[in-house]
T-cell receptor
Framework: LAKTTQPISMDSYEGQEVNITCSHNNIATNDYITWYQQFPSQGPRFIIQGYKTKVTNEVASLFIPADRKSSTLSLPRVSLSDTAVYYC????????????FGTGTLLAVQP | GAGVSQTPSNKVTEKGKYVELRCDPI?????LYWYRQSLGQGPEFLIYFQGTGAADDSGLPNDRFFAVRPEGSVSTLKIQRTERGDSAVYLC?????????FGQGTRLTVV
């Protein structure tokens, strides 16, 4: 399973766009990149998943370059309620079997 | 609709005692997962059920931990002879596809 590396923490202000980069140098051909969000005292929540290029949903965008050795989660116009831990995962076939979570990135949004 | 439900939300037990943690997955979800999360860490995989059978129990730390899902729905995580190091939040998730839905967890404290 590919190991992912992401910053321990990031700070932002309300209304800004936030980009969280994840490194996965040894990603396997069949691995997808998946991001989860976790608020205190809650379980993680699925945000977005992609294999390559760009994926966008109502919450975020995910950019994966051609070499797939990194990916960037983009959160447009963050608000205070986006303060959470964000996890980047590489999972085989995009399935939910045995998800491997790192320590994540704590995003702190300030007014 | 109802999400993943875990009971109890909090459990305090004495060292050496036996505990059971319950998970009610989303109706119809065939896959069910147990994770354990310590403070400041990401969730750690314990076991994965597909239907009634344990498809992957490689994350169970030792033979004091056991989980069942007899009818392919509700699951129970059982911990024998609890130790203070077992204190953590135990998360359950269920899935039908690429997205895992997590419950709010059971906070287990062993004193």
């Amino acid at each position: 399973l590919a190991k992912t590396t992401q910053p321990i923490s990031m700070d932002s202000y309300e209304g800004q766009e936030v980009n969280i980069t994840c490194s996965h140098n040894n990603i396997a051909t069949n691995d997808y990149i998946t991001w989860y969000q976790q608020f205190p005292s809650q379980g993680p929540r699925f945000i977005i998943q992609g294999y390559k290029t760009k994926v966008t949903n109502e919450v975020a965008s995910l950019f994966i370059p051609a070499d797939r050795k990194s990916s960037t989660l983009s959160l447009p116009r963050v608000s205070l309620s986006d303060t959470a831990v964000y996890y980047c995962l590489a999972n085989y076939g995009g399935a939910t079997n045995k998800l491997i979570f790192g320590t994540g990135t704590l995003l702190a949004v300030q007014p | 609709g109802a999400g993943v439900s875990q009971t109890p939300s909090n459990k305090v037990t004495e060292k050496g005692k036996y505990v059971e943690l319950r998970c009610d997955p989303i109706s119809g979800h065939t896959a069910l997962y147990w994770y354990r999360q310590s403070l400041g860490q990401g969730p750690e995989f314990l076991i994965y059920f597909q239907g009634t059978g344990a498809a992957d129990d490689s994350g169970l730390p030792n033979d004091r931990f056991f989980a069942v899902r007899p009818e392919g729905s509700v699951s129970t995580l059982k911990i024998q002879r609890t130790e203070r190091g077992d204190s953590a939040v135990y998360l359950c998730a269920s899935s039908l596809g690429k997205e895992a839905f997590f419950g709010q967890g059971t906070r287990l404290t062993v004193v």
